[in-house]
């Protein structure tokens, strides 16, 4: 029995981790849970699944989960607590075996970082704590003898589709030691691939979070509408892989059956296939080095119509390119590039600039700032402040 701590349960990669739990009730043990603000859903994860601890990033949210834990006496003895420190604190305790980071952003970077330099084993859906931190993640990963798996599906596709040495070394694993030509990245393309470039500053929000494949949150929904989840994709994919700006390419898969290959130097190319679920790299994650059953269905193949794969139009997703010059850019323009982007998502869900106008948010201020690299956890977040006040004058900007 595993003692898991999710960081971000009410999310929806925290959601899926805890039906993969409830379906391996045997093999995992909800030890902690972290989330934000939503009180009511914490409060029902609570009840199914008595956590030892549980703990609010909004202290309010805290206060309000407390009373309400309290109307179920039978619960009371589930310690609350408030705060990123909190969280930060039981990533670290020594009873926890396993920990889920998925809180969304730059938010998630904290307990991440925590989790790994108490040498856990990390299951990493957060891709924005390599976009901004790879550099001291993969230090403390190797120094800590901790154990990172990737999460985000395409990741995982990659890592398990890597010889066993290479998955044990992750973020210094050489390619040509392995035989390895390149990765590639496989991308939906999202909800808006189809139409015309013009009818782009005039989709909505609801029309974004639709996408055609996958169930995710509203943050990670339009950043697959943008590309720009791809373009994170690509930026984490180079630590955690350890390879150079040729060794990754993209291409557009719109069935999302393929999640990612691997292309070897003898001509093999190897590649994962599932429906599209997430509870496929969870599980996977959760189990490893084993693989454990969640009972969903599997892939059919007799039923596949047609796999397309086509090559990325520049033109069609700028978020997507602007990625991946800030990554050959370094550490600090991935930083700014990461900041601006969750800015520039929330102000087009608030409805205050248009669809098109993410990206422009997001080159305006990579523009406006050179920022040298940083060499501490102070310096990265100082300079992600630094980014998203940029980032809210340029909504501004392109607000009026």
């Given at each position: 029995m595993k003692n898991l701590i999710i960081l971000g349960s009410t999310g929806s990669i925290g959601i899926n981790t805890l039906d993969v739990v409830k379906r391996n009730i045997n093999k995992f043990n909800i030890y902690a849970l972290v989330a934000k603000s939503n009180v009511d859903?914490?409060?029902?994860?609570?009840?199914?699944?008595?956590?030892?601890?549980?703990?609010?990033?909004?202290?309010?949210?805290?206060?309000?989960?407390?009373?309400?834990?309290?109307?179920h006496k039978i619960y009371t003895k589930i310690k609350v607590l408030a705060g990123f420190d909190s969280a930060c604190e039981l990533s670290a305790l020594k009873e926890v075996d396993i920990v889920m980071s998925a809180i969304v952003g730059i938010a998630g970077l904290l307990p991440t970082l925590s989790a790994?330099?108490?040498?856990?084993?990390?299951?990493?859906?957060?891709?924005?704590?390599?976009?901004?931190?790879?550099?001291?993640?993969?230090?403390?990963?190797?120094?800590?003898?901790?154990c990172l798996i990737p999460v985000d599906s395409e990741h995982s596709a990659i890592f398990q589709s890597l010889p066993k040495s290479f998955q044990n070394a992750l973020g210094r694993a050489s390619f040509d030691e392995h035989g390895i030509s390149r990765i590639i990245l496989t991308a939906s393309g999202g909800p808006f691939r189809n139409i015309s470039l013009t009818e782009l500053s005039k989709v909505t929000p609801?029309?974004?979070?639709?996408?055609?494949?996958?169930?995710m949150g509203k943050k990670n929904s339009v950043d697959?509408?943008?590309m720009m989840n791809k373009g994170l994709e690509y930026i984490a994919g180079?630590?955690?892989?350890?390879?150079s700006s040729k060794g990754i390419d993209i291409l557009l898969h719109p069935q999302s059956i393929i999640h990612s290959m691997v292309s070897y130097i003898d001509g093999s190319l190897l590649?994962?296939?599932?429906?599209?679920?997430?509870?496929?790299?969870?599980?996977?994650?959760?189990?490893?080095?084993?693989?454990?059953?969640?009972?969903?269905?599997?892939?059919?193949?007799?039923?596949?119509?047609?796999?397309?794969?086509?090559?990325?139009?520049?033109?069609?997703?700028?978020?997507?390119?602007?990625?991946?010059?800030?990554?050959?850019?370094?550490?600090?323009?991935?930083?700014?590039?990461?900041?601006?982007?969750?800015?520039?998502?929330?102000?087009?869900l608030n409805?205050?600039?248009?669809?098109?106008?993410?990206?422009?948010?997001?080159?305006?201020?990579?523009?406006?700032?050179v920022i040298k690299e940083p060499e501490s956890i102070e310096e990265i977040l100082w300079i992600d402040q630094q980014a998203r006040k940029e980032a809210i004058l340029s909504v501004n900007h392109f607000n009026n």
């Open positions: 859903l914490m409060t029902k994860q609570c009840l199914i699944f008595n956590p030892k601890y549980v703990c609010m990033t909004d202290e309010q949210a805290a206060i309000e989960l407390e009373k309400s834990l309290s109307l790994l330099k108490a040498g856990k084993k990390v299951l990493l859906a957060n891709k924005e704590s390599l976009v901004t931190c790879g550099k001291i993640l993969i230090k403390e990963l190797c120094k800590n003898r901790a609801k029309q974004a979070c639709n996408h055609p494949n996958w169930s697959s509408a943008t180079r630590w955690l892989f350890n390879a590649a994962q296939l599932s429906i599209p679920d997430m509870r496929i790299p969870i599980a996977y994650a959760m189990g490893f080095p084993e693989r454990i059953s969640i009972n969903i269905r599997s892939l059919d193949l007799s039923f596949l119509e047609k796999l397309n794969f086509y090559s990325i139009d520049k033109n069609r997703y700028p978020c997507l390119q602007l990625a991946i010059s800030a990554s050959n850019d370094g550490q600090s323009a991935s930083i700014i590039l990461n900041a601006a982007n969750e800015v520039a998502v929330e102000a087009f409805e205050r600039i248009r669809f098109n106008r993410i990206a422009d948010v997001i080159k305006r201020v990579l523009d406006s700032l």
